[in-house]
């Protein structure tokens, strides 16, 4: 039995191996990870019912968005006082994103700022939402991709070429460097297409030259061992993360992030690890938080995806959340 502070203590430990090149510093896992702990964060009913209960100018009801959800209910979406408290850690569930990442522009002080992004604050609210009932309260939530920024799981598949590994496990890493650069190009001059197409069904085209151009396999060459140098390092600090956290159930957001944790596992790279090799044949993917219907009411969103989530992992009956 370990308190949260114990294995708030263990994660900062873990050398990341990545860092920021300008200023030169250190990652920790407390700049890639987090845990699903919030400031203030109602049961979902109760955030609704606030909300809805005022009304606008016009007197129509006010309707439910992540941004009303903080005015009107005073939801608070940053990391909660009690993550790394004494009290007893609950290590029955650990959840799975596909890729995040620090960058100089983008870095934050704040330790476990990652999921409780305030900018962004939508999908934040739908992570928070999806997962919010007593069960999953302070469950650790990490990326298989750590440092890897890009908001389109398309880009980050193509990147790790993942389709390709998919079919030829352990290619990546091992394959002739000549061969993986070329399958890249040509994946990146499909990505140009589709770029310019898009561009010339717009309204109002922007000017062709903001738009990346394709870029050859000898181009594309070092990129590529960037990227086995992060795949590998993941896959390993992956391993670390689940040593510590000790979850009984891996919960993965989104099939891109359950097909490379699949992938990993196919090219023997949790052999090292029992325990996390039989965590991940195990995992349970679902739905990523931020995928909505064109015109699906907020509220709607919030009840469907945590209901589901909840089937998945055996929990029927929805109880209050706590922080």
Same mark, same amino acid.
């Given at each position: 039995?370990?308190? /949260? /502070?114990?294995?708030?203590?263990?994660?900062?430990?873990?050398?990341?191996?990545?860092?920021?090149?300008?200023?030169?510093?250190?990652?920790?896992?407390?700049?890639?990870?987090?845990?699903?702990? %919030?400031?203030?964060?109602?049961?979902?009913?109760?955030?609704?019912?606030?909300?809805?209960s005022?009304?606008?100018?016009?007197?129509?009801?006010?309707?439910?968005?992540?941004?009303n959800?903080?005015?009107?209910?005073?939801?608070?979406?940053?990391?909660?006082?009690?993550?790394?408290?004494?009290?007893?850690f609950?290590?029955?569930?650990?959840?799975?994103?596909?890729n995040?990442?620090v960058? #100089?522009?983008n870095?934050?002080?704040?330790?476990?700022?990652?999921?409780h992004?305030? +900018?962004? =604050?939508?999908?934040?609210?739908?992570l928070?939402?999806?997962?919010?009932? +007593?069960?999953?309260?302070?469950?650790? =939530?990490?990326?298989?991709?750590k440092?890897?920024?890009?908001?389109?799981?398309?880009?980050?598949?193509?990147?790790?070429?993942?389709?390709?590994?998919?079919?030829?496990?352990? =290619? %990546?890493?091992?394959?002739?460097? /000549?061969?993986?650069?070329?399958?890249?190009?040509?994946l990146?001059?499909?990505?140009?297409?589709?770029?310019? #197409?898009?561009?010339?069904?717009?309204? /109002?085209?922007?000017?062709?030259s903001?738009?990346?151009? @394709?870029?050859?396999?000898?181009?594309?060459?070092?990129?590529?061992?960037?990227?086995? #140098?992060?795949?590998k390092?993941?896959a390993?600090?992956?391993?670390?993360?689940?040593?510590?956290?000790?979850?009984e159930q891996l919960?993965?957001?989104?099939?891109?992030?359950?097909?490379?944790?699949?992938?990993?596992?196919?090219?023997?790279?949790?052999?090292?690890? @029992?325990?996390?090799?039989?965590?991940?044949?195990?995992? =349970?993917?679902?739905?990523?938080?931020?995928?909505?219907g064109?015109?699906? #009411?907020?509220?709607?969103?919030?009840?469907?995806?945590?209901?589901?989530?909840?089937?998945?992992?055996?929990?029927?009956?929805l109880?209050?959340s706590?922080?």
């Amino acid at each position: 039995m370990s308190t /949260k /502070k114990e294995i708030c203590e263990q994660l900062e430990k873990v050398d990341t191996k990545f860092s920021i090149k300008d200023p030169s510093k250190k990652l920790r896992l407390t700049d890639f990870a987090s845990f699903l702990s %919030f400031k203030n964060l109602p049961s979902n009913e109760k955030v609704n019912t606030e909300v809805t209960s005022h009304h606008n100018k016009k007197g129509e009801k006010v309707k439910m968005t992540p941004k009303n959800a903080v005015k009107y209910a005073g939801v608070d979406l940053n990391v909660g006082d009690s993550v790394d408290d004494d009290s007893e850690f609950d290590r029955k569930y650990m959840f799975v994103g596909l890729n995040c990442a620090v960058r #100089k522009n983008n870095y934050n002080h704040e330790k476990w700022h990652q999921f409780h992004d305030q +900018e962004q =604050i939508s999908h934040t609210f739908d992570l928070a939402a999806m997962t919010n009932r +007593e069960e999953f309260a302070g469950s650790y =939530i990490t990326d298989i991709l750590k440092n890897t920024l890009d908001s389109k799981a398309s880009s980050v598949g193509e990147n790790f070429l993942v389709k390709m590994e998919s079919k030829n496990p352990g =290619i %990546f890493l091992s394959g002739d460097i /000549k061969v993986l650069s070329e399958e890249r190009s040509r994946l990146d001059a499909l990505r140009y297409n589709r770029d310019v #197409k898009a561009n010339n069904n717009r309204k /109002k085209p922007r000017d062709s030259s903001t738009i990346t151009p @394709a870029r050859s396999s000898e181009e594309l060459e070092e990129s590529v061992k960037e990227y086995q #140098k992060a795949y590998k390092n993941s896959a390993d600090l992956f391993i670390k993360e689940c040593e510590i956290i000790k979850p009984e159930q891996l919960i993965v957001f989104g099939d891109t992030a359950k097909i490379v944790m699949d992938n990993m596992l196919k090219a023997k790279m949790f052999d090292k690890s @029992a325990f996390v090799k039989k965590l991940v044949e195990e995992a =349970i993917e679902t739905t990523h938080y931020s995928k909505q219907g064109k015109g699906t #009411k907020t509220v709607d969103f919030m009840k469907h995806h945590l209901n589901v989530l909840s089937e998945q992992v055996g929990l029927s009956e929805l109880v209050g959340s706590k922080n």
